[in-house]
């Protein structure tokens, strides 16, 4: 790794690594797929969203509750990307 940003985005993936696979899965693919493109305060949002527990992100991903406000445009983008991609 040469670059902070590469040592962030690796320390990302390091958390994006949760106790459920589905979670491990949505969280990776919108890191690798959509996070380097991403304007910055929703990249300060991911970051946000990993710092919640598990049973929290997934409620929030699942549709069952609403996330805080910050993080709701974030969560429909994952929405949005799960739709589109298979979580096997």
Excluded at 26 to 37: A, E, F, M, S
Excluded at 53 to 80: C, F, N, T, Y
Aim: with cysteine.
């Amino acid at each position: 790794m040469t670059g902070g940003e590469d040592r962030s985005v690796s320390a990302l993936r390091w958390r994006c690594r949760r106790g459920m696979r589905e979670l491990d899965v949505l969280l990776g693919h919108w890191l690798n797929d959509c996070y380097p493109d991403a304007e910055q305060a929703l990249q300060q949002a991911f970051s946000d969203l990993l710092e919640c527990e598990d049973d929290m992100i997934w409620d929030w991903l699942m549709g069952r509750s609403a996330p805080p406000d910050h993080l709701q445009a974030l969560v429909a983008k994952i929405q949005g990307l799960s739709e589109t991609r298979s979580l096997g």
